[in-house]
């Protein structure tokens, strides 16, 4: 077997179809090949309906059976695991992570000069307001050139 582009195959086929091919492809049963890896019969049925993720172990196993590498078979199962994780699950960690490349968000909470937020937009707001921008790139303009060149304003505390 060789190695395909992954892209296209985790986009169309989950490795269980892949694990079926090859069975089909050698004329076995999912019962051989559960021998033959000297296995239950119900993680190979796992592996073959998607229910069941390869592990590194049954990679290993997959390939010493099909004559294949373990990359295949990881990477075959990785590939299709990210395909199917939603987009925007982690929108706010790559809004985080934008706004503490911009600004020294840890800086200008320590310092008391915006206060913290657990929610980043609130924060983006803040830094915004902060530092007298309309956008994150005017801020990278404008932020000091190390993190300890603290800004000349603190916020009001409330007593």
């Known amino acids: 077997m060789s190695m395909p582009n992954f892209d ?4 169309t086929y989950p490795p ?14 999912q019962r051989d090949l559960a021998e033959i890896m000297r296995l239950q019969p119900s993680i190979i049925s796992g592996l073959v309906k998607g229910t069941k993720p390869i592990s590194l172990d049954l990679a290993q196993n997959l390939a010493a059976a099909f004559g294949t590498s373990v990359d295949f078979w990881i990477f075959s199962e990785m590939a299709y695991r990210i395909r199917r994780l939603p987009t925007d699950r982690h929108a706010d960690t790559t809004k985080r992570a934008e706004l503490y490349n911009v600004a020294p968000v840890r800086d200008l909470v320590d310092g008391g000069y915006i206060e913290s937020s657990e929610n980043v937009d609130v924060m983006r707001d803040r830094v915004l307001k902060y530092f007298g921008a309309k956008t994150l790139a005017e801020v990278a303009k404008r932020k000091p050139a190390s993190r300890t060149e603290h800004p000349s304003r603190k916020i009001k505390r409330r007593g």
């Open 8 to 11: 296209i195959l985790s986009e």
């Open 16 to 29: 269980g179809n892949l694990i079926r091919e090859e069975l089909e492809a050698r004329g076995w049963t």
